[in-house]
Every structure is written in C-alpha cells, then in structure tokens.
C-alpha cells in the first residue's frame, strides 16, 4: 500500500518550453501533496506544498509563476515548469501523506523525474 | 524555520562493522524523524522513524536514538552489508497541521565495502 507515481519519468524539452509533472497516489487518498527539487549528489529541497482544492504554499525563493502546481483531486497534482532553462534541468520527487492521519506524518515519495532542458 | 545538519557527509565501513549517522536540528517544536534511504536516481525509501514521545526505536539491524534536550537524534545500522550502500537522508517536521513539512538534512554517502 501507499504507492505513488509520478509520470513522467524523464524528460528532455528545449528552452522556452513548459513541462507537466503528474504525482498520482494510487491506493490512497493525499490532501497534501509535497513538491521537491533535488540537483546532483544534494539534499532534497522542499519547493512547495500541494493541497487539494485550495492553492499551494510556496517556499522562500520558489516563483510561484514559474512551477504552477494544481492538486484538483484527492489522487493528484501536477508540478508545470513554465518556460524552462537550463537551470531548471533537475530531479523533480513528489511526496503524499495519507489523508485522514494527522497523527501520521509519514510521507511516500515518488519515483521522480529527472528534466534535462537543452 | 527547521535546520537540520547531518554528519558525516561520507561513511566508509567493512562489512559486518556498524555505521552511525547524527543529525542535529534547530526548531524544539519538531516531534517527528524520520530516515530515508536512497539509491542513485531513485526514490528516497524511509527506513525508520521516531516520534519524540520514544527515545529509541530498533528494527532488525537499524535502529534510531533521539535525544529532545540536546535537539539531536542517531541512525545505526549494525552488521552492515553492501545492499546498505546508499545515501541517508535525515529529516524533522513538527507533527502540527495538514501541512507540517519535512526538513531534511544534507545527506551521508554510505559505501560498505567487502
């Protein structure tokens, strides 16, 4: 159980050009969903926080206008990378807790997706 | 908010010796630890985690200490083998909200060597 996807798994894509990420949790239910960025032998860093029927919440230094983030289901949300450079080339993980457990802070990650803009 | 620092950045160990990985943080209001595993270019795996109401939790060869008055908690993994060679991840979050989040720490490059 507790299983979450993300599509796709890598993507190569030209500068000036928007990218959809799509994080599905299949057998469970995700108010929250999590957005992180993590670049070559770094950390994980948190970009945002997705929920569900509202807007997401941002971290310090993540342009909102950039990485547009929709949760319009309990099952997914979608990370859009607009207008992608170079710098932006990076493994993108999402991150769902279980509706419902506020006790449970567990936190199930996606395989990723690895972006490569030319 | 949250800062957590990890130590070391890089761990070599013979099989069958232990490993110990520390991880301080900064915010009293964090209750929650969880450790993750990660192979390279796939998904961080939690491997174990402890609320701030225990001070120890162990399962099989991995086990987690905590210590709230000194804001720092330790993995340990016992009779390593080459499948623990990965990079761990340390991580608090307060258990506060819908939206409590994860800080994670700077990561530790473990490599068991034969």
């Known amino acids: 159980g507790a299983v979450v996807s993300q599509h796709p798994s890598w993507v190569i894509c030209k500068s000036g050009t928007s990218v959809k990420i799509e994080c599905r949790s299949l057998?469970?239910?995700?108010?929250?969903m999590f957005w992180y960025r993590q670049f070559p032998k770094q950390s994980l860093m948190l970009m945002a926080t997705?929920?569900?029927?509202?807007?997401?919440?941002?971290e310090q230094g993540v342009e909102k206008d950039k990485f547009l983030i929709n949760h319009a289901s309990l099952t997914l949300s979608t990370l859009t990378v607009t207008s992608a450079h170079p710098e932006d080339s990076s493994f993108y993980i999402c991150?769902?807790?279980?509706?419902?457990?506020?006790?449970?802070?567990?936190?199930?990650f996606g395989p990723g997706t690895r972006l490569t803009v030319l | 908010g949250e800062n957590v620092e990890q130590h070391p950045s890089t761990l070599s160990v013979q099989e069958g010796d232990s490993a110990v990985i520390k991880c301080t943080y900064s915010?009293?209001?964090?209750?929650?630890f969880p450790w993750y595993k990660q192979e390279l270019g796939k998904r961080p795996q939690l491997i174990i985690d402890?609320?701030?109401?225990?001070g120890e939790k162990k399962d099989q060869r991995i086990a987690v200490t905590l210590n709230k008055t000194a804001k720092h908690f330790s993995l340990h993994i016992t009779e390593t083998q080459p499948e623990d060679s990965a990079v761990y991840f340390c991580?608090?979050?307060?258990?506060?909200?819908?939206?409590?989040?994860?800080?994670f720490g700077t990561g530790t490059r473990l490599q068991v060597t034969l």
């Open positions: 915010d009293s209001a964090s209750n929650y």
């Open positions: 997705s929920n569900e029927g509202s807007k997401a919440t941002y």
């Open positions: 057998d469970f239910q995700a108010t929250t």
């Open positions: 991580a608090a979050s307060p258990l506060t909200g819908t939206a409590s989040k994860l800080t």
């Open positions: 402890i609320r701030s109401n225990v």
């Open positions: 991150s769902a807790r279980i509706s419902g457990r506020s006790s449970t802070d567990t936190q199930y």
